[in-house]
């Protein structure tokens, strides 16, 4: 493996994991959190079946029932009073109201009563309201505007207020307890799910704040909240209309407590919560466990309060961490999809997300612990592309560079047809009518006995260029160089009709390229060598002889080519000599003298040959040749 390619792949993990980064560290959740979020949501809130909604935790929805028994909303406050000393009677652990009293009522005597309930019962819940601006100036803090507290003339006493807030997330779903906020005056006020669930829990459980740390506790456990002191909580129950009430937390309608329908006694040491349970009141929320079912605020309450009892609090990793997390994932990623390819970089692919996705789950689900999801499975997805065209890259190269070395040795046009026909190498061959020319160099011997070595190949190899070039102007083939010989096959692998009129142009042009080299030798030695060519076309079996497994050659053999290669071995230097066969195709294309018959080696019978001078003119008269 290269070292360019090595390069190239961390480059590659360096921009995905810079891209990453920077994506992930942007804003709150990151640039991707709508894909995030979702990702989250799907792969945790899949287990919901198996969780049961605590039956310690009940619910009185002020419902379209109560609203037409008791009448449009907001209600008298003696309302509430009634329900209160009502529920009183089976003696719940704790109620909680999640109706707001900024106002004082216009009947004095309905705060009265409510104040009297409320001072009478101190496991009653009040909520503080926190009116937020539209937009945080700083990420990660909650500021406020003010806090909307009970009227004065409800006189409730400190301990008895929480906060009802909840701050969604940035795709509007509501995922996070806020465990207290400050009061403006160096104390916090605990949230109403924090605030009820602590009437359950044993004394050295309970959720409290530590000023001197700074911290939340639940018992001696940090609770992991963030820089809004906001933790993560668990959704055992999904959002239901008030069609659909066969699932989730216990729920009585007020109307029917107040009616005497329901024995108190059913609430005993429950914490109870009334809330808004209509969709008129606007008191509805998006939350993981539905993409568009609002869950109802009192049952949103309900869930953070068994996610306290249970102790069920999750955390996110900090950015650092995250950050580290991709650079791994990066750096695996980036390292498989280098030393495997193909199939092997396929199944690597898919079982990296599978694996990531796997790592997800048991850290969510044994260590309560988010880790990003999106960004490192962007990262791998990102980087499996880049490494298919990386390798298809690589392949072109290494496939170009193949090509041009191979092609030095076998000619090109068989090059070309094995690589596009996609098939392996074979040994066999076929049956075609092509042309044959055989150049050898008269004279070579004596030449090499006067020059040194060096210049011997020197030479040698500038007239084999001068052959090679030829027989490609002319779309030959170069079948092979034979010592100083040359043998070039015209019509295969590529067919074509005019073969033997390409193979005798080549002739000639050969002879007129050396010519140059002839005076330039003549010049230094006195003495020159020129080509002897020996041309034959007809039948022949064109292919791939040799051993299947270590090398093949491309080639020709037959009769034909053996008389090609004997009327090579009988040309004089500087004579081109043609077969029968030649002449009745080219004849009257070309310049062409008789020899006669020659008696050649493997022939019974003496064969006809011909001399061709040059080639014929446009009005038929012979084109000056010197040969």
Known sequence: MGKRSWTNTAIAAAAVFLFAVMTYMAGSGGTFHYIENPLRDALTASSVMQREPD??????????KSLQAIGQFPWERSVYARLID??????????????????????????????????????VIVPVHFIFPAKQSVANALKYDRIETPAATLAVPKSQLAHINVFPDSDDKVRRLIVGLPDGGGAMIESFSMKLANFALAEGDKVRWNAGD???????????????????TKYYSEPRQEKNLSTGYDLFSVA???????????FENDIVLIGPYATGLQDEYMTPMSKSIKMFGVEIHANMIQSILDGQFWREVGKPSGTAILALVVLLSAFLFQRFKGRAAAILFAALLIVYIAVFVAAYEALHVYIPIVYPLLAIMLLYAWSI???????????????GIFGRFVPKAVVDRLLASGEEVKLGGERMDISLIFVDIRGFTTLSEKLEPEQVIQ??????????KAIFKFNGTLDKFIGDGVMAIFGAPVKSDNHAEMAVRAALEMKKMASVLEERLMEKLGFTVRFGIGINCGPAIVGNIGSEELRLDYTA??????????????????????????????????EIESMGEIKVKGKELPVTVYQVLAEKSDDGAPALQKG
């Open 55 to 64: 039956t310690r935790i009940k619910l009185i929805g002020i419902d379209s």
């Open 256 to 266: 029917d407590v107040l009616d005497g329908k329901i024995d108190p006694l059913l």
């Open 389 to 403: 065209v990386s390798h298809y890259r690589a392949e072109r190269r290494e496939r170009n560079r193949v090509t």
């Open 459 to 468: 030479f040698l190899n500038e007239y084999l260029d001068v052959c090679t």
């Open 214 to 232: 700074g911290k939340w506790y639940r018992g001696t456990k940090a609770l992991p909240v963030d820089g809004r002191n906001q933790v993560i």
């Open 557 to 590: 053999i037959g009769d034909t080519v053996n008389l090609a290669a004997r009327l090579e071995s009988n040309a004089k230097p500087g004579q081109i000599l043609i077969s029968d066969n030649v002449y009745k195709r080219v004849g009257d294309r070309f």
């Open 86 to 123: 009502k529920l009183e009677q089976g003696k719940p652990k704790a109620i909680g109201i999640d109706v707001t009293f900024p106002e004082p009522s216009k009947d004095p005597e309905q705060d009265r009563a409510l104040a009297a309930a409320i001072a009478r019962y101190d496991n």
